[in-house]
């Protein structure tokens, strides 16, 4: 597909997208901090059949994404359920900047430009991940020594050029990721050190200037629950929206380790961002468990997993779910956590687990 025509398809993908999932902005309850009465009140009741996840996802207003592995695309037994499970579609490695401008001036969009057209072949919107991060970055940027005022150029050049390169076709960008510690104080990066906090709100203005028509978005991990980095997160989004800084959404990773969750809190520490007039995402949803997985740690896995999209669709603001890859095969737990994984919906041979069900009944639905 022609580089043209790739942009011509997408564009109307992502208008139809972006006009069927609407928004919902939060504007009328104040923040009280008060959880529900119980955790299942975060879980509508199923009923509705639907024969896909992003089908049920869909009849709540909401989107349903999966990271993907771009060395999966010529699979088809992962594409088949990439293409039909799924409404949105996140850069998994292709475009972090050190897969995307290895080399000062030297961008390579191969990987990218297989993840967009993929989408538009299958009418998906794109979120793009990531811009600004501290980790998979070239050394280039990470120990070139650069004065702030060279840094800062850097930064806009590869902001203004990736976003650029998809303006109109990307519908969600996470501009800045991880910039917090678990304690709520900023993570020490080549951008705080060199740049200082204003970097933040630098790195919004320079992908609002780019595409305007994107959703900007701040997105970390650990931050699901109320505690001192997700405070810290809400101070931060705070005063970039009283500074006029052009930021539309909060994403929420949720690495979540099976069984140590609440629902409740979960739900209403969603509430409090939405309640600022941004939308809030589920971005890089998954379960881990300590292996082997059994029986009763898949069905508690499929409760958790209902949870946690059930407090998504009880916050008008939060406006899709997405799981970071759908398959075992993929997951980045087992590398990460050993002795941890099964984390996905789907098992190694790409076969629905329980949580599948899960997921499902967290939007209210049942299997057709």
């Given amino acids: 597909m022609s580089p043209l025509v790739r942009r011509a398809a997408i564009a109307v993908t992502a208008g139809a997208l972006l006009s069927g999932v609407a928004f919902v ?5 104040e923040t009280t901090g008060a959880a529900p009465a119980a955790e299942a009140e975060a879980v509508p009741d199923a009923g509705t059949e639907a024969a896909t996840l992003q089908e049920a996802a869909s009849a709540t207003g909401r989107f349903m994404g999966t990271a993907i592995a771009d060395g999966r695309l010529n699979d088809p037994t992962y594409t088949n359920i990439a293409s039909t499970e799924f409404s ?3 850069a998994e490695n292709v475009m972090k900047w050190e897969s995307i401008q290895p080399n000062r001036d030297q961008y390579n969009f191969a990987g990218a430009d297989r993840l967009m057209e993929f989408a538009a072949a299958n009418g998906q919107q794109v979120w793009g991940h990531t811009l600004v991060w501290h980790s998979q970055l070239p050394g280039w940027v990470s120990n070139g020594g650069f004065g702030a005022e060279e840094l800062d150029a850097i930064v806009q050049d590869h902001i203004g050029t990736v976003v650029g390169e998809y303006a109109g076709e990307i519908a969600y960008w996470d501009v800045v990721n991880e910039v917090f510690n678990d304690d ?6 080549v951008f705080l050190n060199t740049l200082g906090e204003e ?3 630098d790195a919004f203005r320079y992908a609002e200037a780019a595409d305007p028509s994107a959703k900007l978005c701040i997105n970390d991990y650990n931050t699901e629950h109320t505690n001192a980095k997700s405070d810290a997160m ?3 989004v705070s005063g970039l929206l009283d500074q006029g800084v052009p930021i539309d959404c909060v994403g929420f990773q949720m690495h979540l380790i099976l069984d140590q969750y609440s629902a409740s809190d979960i739900q209403s ?3 409090r961002f939405a309640d600022l007039g941004l939308e809030v ?3 890089e949803l998954d379960v881990r468990m300590d292996l082997p997985a059994d029986q009763a ?4 896995q499929a409760t958790q997993y209902a949870d946690v999209v059930g407090a998504c669709v009880a916050v008008d603001g939060c406006t899709g779910v997405t799981i970071w890859g759908f398959g075992d095969a993929d997951s980045w737990v087992p590398g990460t956590f050993p002795g941890q994984g099964a984390a996905l919906p789907w098992d190694d041979n790409y076969q629905p687990k329980p949580a599948y069900n899960g997921i499902l009944e967290g939007f209210g639905a049942t299997a057709d």
Avoid: F, H
């Avoid at 740690?297 to 508690?300: R, T, W």
């Fill in 234 to 236: 809400y101070e931060l």
């Fill in 184 to 189: 709520g104080s900023l993570r020490q990066s």
């Fill in 88 to 90: 949105s579609v996140t």
């Fill in 25 to 29: 902005n939060a504007q009328a309850q």
């Fill in 281 to 283: 995402v589920v971005t």
């Fill in 297 to 300: 740690k898949l069905e508690a």
């Fill in 269 to 271: 520490n969603l509430q």
């Fill in 199 to 201: 970097y933040i709100a």
